[in-house]
């Protein structure tokens, strides 16, 4: 039994809510979002629309995993897809496998991620969506990068750009890009390629106007710089801090203050450094930014020390680290054990120095020892990753082998089934045309309409040997009741109409596309238009349109040639007569066709 279709005329809140959870997600009211997705989803499945349930899971997925809530966010997403197989919505499937991948990748499962991902960028491929692929490259790209993986790494990346590259107009997502290959070169200890990527994506977010990439690819090249051209970097600190300053990017603000003000302590400057690290405290204090405050805390205790005031640099140090400890900042903590130890140093206490030597180590040692299995990881992500590899490649080729077999040894027999069912159709129509030619004209004609109504090539194929088989089920109709030249009774006219039954039994359980289309040809193509026809009576678009195609060509053919019971009609007579029974007997659209392919 088939679902019934939603009400039009019903009043239904699902696309609203599901448009409200869009809005409040673009302006960052998640909760907002989640709220009214959930009701969007609800409403959907209430009225039994699952493309606007699917739309709503799929936003829903999204929302959870940008708010954390990462199992729900899953759950969710699967559904979509579910729902996105069903409907045949193949750029769902490919956004699913997207959102999938960077929530698998969160939790912490990089080779389901990773699979997911792969999966969505082969379907963007096929079906020649490249901002789809562009998005899983670039999350591609990112989660090898995180598991070690830099050659794949870059691979994705460079595949993303090039991607991009081919677009008529800039896009912003290629300033990410080449800011991810600038960050993977230095990771490799290229120093001088991270450079060119870096300024790369500054022309690129200079061209397109966008102030914010400006800002993190300055960033990007004045840390790069900071050791190696203080000076350069000095000047890119400052123009990327006007610029935050500018948009209200406090957090950018931040972050620019640090550098900037690490730049000047290099430089002797430190009066200046001072000013900028406590600016940088104060707008973290503002804004609760623990890390912030941590970083901006350390960088003054260096700077009290560089000036001599000891009493200041142990307070700032004292005080970094009992927020580092407070939100679990490991860095953070053998850092502030670090300034603590040359302050101490620095004013004659030496137990004091070697105490917080001994925890700079220890501490130092922790995060050594934590980054050592964070490498294991990516180590048996990786294995894993290229077992599974190795395990589809395997299963893909032995597959492909016993789909090669298979496919030749059921090529073989459809050609076997299909030579023996024209055999039989031709036997059934040789009582009255002794030519056997019927069926191939009938099949001829009929392919020729369906290119007309502008089918697929193939599929126009496959009709023109599907057609041959319409009158298959006379086979089963005597002599006595076919080939009668009088009027047929009653009785013998319904023992006439069960070809069409006959027809359609002979065919069932067909595995081809062309038996199982040849199999609703005979039986439907005594179907009427108006719902006057046999066996079941269909009407309009119920009736399957390689049977209405039939009907039509069916009919001129069986005028247009003469048979033991009625003369040859000419064609003009016959075409005639077919323009009758338009919007009658026959589609009107078919015949429209059937007229322009038969004159």
């Known amino acids: 039994m088939k679902p019934a279709k939603p009400n039009p005329d019903e009043p239904s809140s699902a696309q609203d809510l599901l448009e409200a959870g869009r809005a409040h997600y673009q302006s960052g009211r998640l909760e907002d979002a989640v709220k009214a997705l959930s009701g969007a989803a609800q409403e959907a499945a209430l009225h039994r629309d699952p493309s606007v349930r699917m739309q709503a899971l799929l936003a829903l997925g999204r929302t959870e995993r940008d708010l954390g809530s990462l199992e729900p966010a899953l759950s969710h997403l699967e559904e979509a897809h579910t729902l996105a197989d069903h409907l045949q919505d193949s750029d769902a499937v490919i956004a699913v496998h997207n959102l999938k991948g960077t929530v698998l990748a969160t939790l912490g499962e990089p080779v389901r991620a990773l699979t997911s991902l792969e999966r969505g960028l082969a379907l963007a491929a096929e079906s020649g969506n490249d901002d789809q692929q562009i998005n899983l490259l670039i999350n591609c790209g990112n989660i090898y990068r995180e598991i070690g993986d830099f050659p794949k790494a870059y691979e994705a990346s460079s595949r993303a750009y090039r991607l991009l590259e081919q677009k008529s107009s800039l896009d912003r997502r290629l300033i990410t890009v080449l800011i991810n290959l600038g960050q993977l070169h230095l990771e490799q200890g290229d120093r001088d390629r991270a450079q060119q990527e870096f300024a790369r994506a500054l022309n690129s977010a200079r061209e397109t106007s966008d102030p914010t990439a400006e800002i993190v690819a300055l960033n990007n090249l004045a840390n790069l710089e900071r050791h190696t051209d203080p000076v350069a ?145 990516q180590l048996e992500a990786q294995f894993d990753l290229e077992k599974l590899r190795y395990e589809v490649e395997i299963a893909r080729t032995a597959r492909m082998e016993a789909e090669m077999k298979v496919a030749e040894r059921t090529a073989e027999l459809e050609q076997s089934q299909l030579e023996m069912l024209n055999r039989l159709a031709i036997a059934a129509e040789y009582r009255d045309d002794q030519t056997g030619q019927h069926t191939l004209r009938v099949g001829r004609l009929a392919a020729a309409v369906a290119r007309a109504l502008h089918w697929l090539p193939q599929e126009a194929d496959i009709l023109d040997k599907a057609a041959r088989l319409h009158d298959i089920g006379k086979i089963g109709i005597p002599d006595e009741i076919l080939l009668k030249s009088e009027k047929l009774t009653a009785e013998e006219f319904e023992r006439m109409k069960q070809h069409t039954i006959f027809g359609a039994k002979i065919l069932s359980g067909g595995r081809s596309r062309l038996v199982r289309m040849a199999e609703e040809i005979a039986r439907a193509h005594h179907e009427h238009w108006d719902g006057n026809g046999y066996p ?56 429209q066709a059937a007229l322009g392919v038969l004159k």
């Open 536 to 591: 079941y009576g269909l009407e309009g678009q119920q009736i399957p349109i390689e049977a209405r195609i039939v009907a039509v060509i069916d009919m001129f053919d069986a005028l247009t040639h003469e048979r033991p019971y009625k003369r040859a009609w000419s064609k003009a007579e016959a075409l005639e007569e077919i323009r009758a029974h338009s919007g009658s007997r026959f589609d009107p659209s078919v015949v």
């Open 233 to 377: 970097a000095q000047e890119q600190f400052h123009t990327a801090l006007a610029k935050a300053r500018q948009l209200g990017l406090r957090q950018f603000v931040i972050d620019n203050l640090d550098g900037l003000g690490q730049v000047y302590l290099s430089l002797g400057q430190v009066s200046k450094a001072l000013l900028a690290h406590q600016e940088a405290l104060k707008i973290a204090e503002e804004l609760g930014d623990r890390t912030g405050q941590v970083d901006a805390l350390l960088n003054l205790g260096r700077d009290f020390l560089a000036l001599g005031e000891h009493y200041n640099a142990l307070s700032h140090a004292h005080h970094a680290l009992k927020l580092a400890e407070q939100s679990g900042l490991k860095r953070s903590i053998y850092e502030a054990h670090r300034v603590l130890t040359d302050t101490y140093e620095a004013t004659g206490n030496p137990v004091k120095a070697l105490s917080h030597h001994r925890a700079f180590y220890q501490a130092e040692r922790s995060v050594f020892n934590a980054e050592n299995e964070r490498k294991t990881r």
